[in-house]
């Protein structure tokens, strides 16, 4: 007597696309991380937020920001134009819904850089979305490179330091906290992306629906 035996085909199915989060306070490095991990050339898509304020010296238009007017960005308010936005230090930022959305619908994976409060919201939109909060070592590091990047006067800078400290009581909100050591930019973007990989081997994938 022969027995056969059949045997399905195993298929395993792309991971879904991620909707990541970088976030933490002001003077943490998100910027740099970001860069760095363009530099690697992740096949990543990168959110460019949508700002107010006035380009700093090194930035560009349509790469570091989409910077506006006052009254584009509320044109963009009224059409409901924007994932979420905030005022952030007396200027308006804000996530263009239709570069994410396109994005996650292509499967790529989305990172978006956005401060704490923006962090909030789209942790209520997206329950799902992968949420990262890099933090320095201590509030003493922080405060040596806000003063580094000369952006501030004092008052300005006094007013980063205590919404940082507040910033601190949403820790809740994330999934994971990265340190971004001084001068070891490398090593915390390879924790990052240890975390995209880990995430994206997952059993019950994330489903991201905005």
Not at 19 to 41: A, N, Q
Not at 202 to 210: K, M, S
Request: glycine share 4%.
């Amino acid at each position: 007597m022969t027995f056969e035996t059949t045997i399905s085909p195993f298929v395993l199915e792309p991971p879904n696309p991620l909707l990541i989060v970088i976030s933490g306070p002001s003077g943490v490095g998100k910027d740099s991380v970001l860069e760095e991990m363009k530099t690697r050339g992740l096949p990543f898509h990168f959110v460019i937020t949508a700002t107010t304020r006035s380009p700093r010296p090194d930035e560009k238009d349509g790469v570091d920001y989409f910077f506006l007017s006052q009254d584009e960005f509320a044109r963009m308010i009224d059409e409901g134009e924007l994932l979420e936005y905030a005022v952030v230090y007396q200027d308006y930022k804000g996530i263009p819904k239709s570069q994410v959305r396109k994005a996650l619908a292509s499967g790529k994976n989305v990172i978006m850089r956005i401060d704490v409060q923006g962090a909030e919201t789209i942790r209520k939109l997206a329950k799902d979305a992968l949420m990262i909060f890099l933090t320095p070592q201590n509030e003493e590091e922080l405060i040596t490179r806000l003063q580094n990047r000369n952006t501030e006067d004092n008052e300005s800078l006094k007013l980063r330091i205590a919404t940082t400290r507040q910033e601190y009581n949403k820790i809740d909100l994330f999934d994971y906290i990265v340190v971004n050591k001084d001068e070891q930019l490398s090593i915390t973007v390879d924790m990052i992306e240890a975390i995209i990989k880990t995430e994206q081997q997952r059993v019950h994938q994330r489903v991201v629906e905005l």
